[in-house]
């Protein structure tokens, strides 16, 4: 089992990409928690050159709730990673973590099927991203 979804984009930026990525979560009712500029950081801490890269830290708080009220350590797992990022030819992979395989280190049956209702609105994410 893969353990992110991926698309990949041409002819786009990351400033025109991400409104894009953000409003297809909101559809599946995630929002964005966090936020990584993995390209600043790096530059900053190592003063490495990384082309455009951001994490978002993204949640649904429903099955947050769901999840947490039934495997409380189980934050340390959250938020659903969804990435961002420039690849060397100059296109964009849109990629979201698989949250079936993050779940399976829980070992709790209790949580699988939220987990792969989670799984399933992140892969409609991926694929419903708008193009323009």
Request: hydrophobic share 35%.
């Amino acid at each position: 089992m893969k353990y992110h979804h991926s698309r990949t984009f041409t002819n786009t930026t990351l400033e025109k990409l991400r409104p894009r990525v953000e409003e297809a979560l909101k559809t599946e009712g995630f929002g964005v928690l966090t936020e990584i500029d993995i390209q600043a950081t790096m530059k900053n801490k190592l003063d490495k050159d990384y082309l455009p890269h951001v994490i978002l830290g993204a949640c649904n708080p429903v099955y947050a709730d769901k999840i947490l009220s039934i495997e409380p350590n189980v934050s340390t797992l959250l938020p659903c990673n969804v990435c961002i990022r420039e690849l060397e030819n100059g296109d964009y992979e849109v990629s979201a973590m698989n949250p079936m395989v993050a779940m399976q280190a829980v070992k709790n049956p209790s949580i699988e099927t939220e987990a792969k209702d989670v799984d399933q609105k992140l892969q409609n994410i991926i694929k419903n991203i708008s193009t323009k």
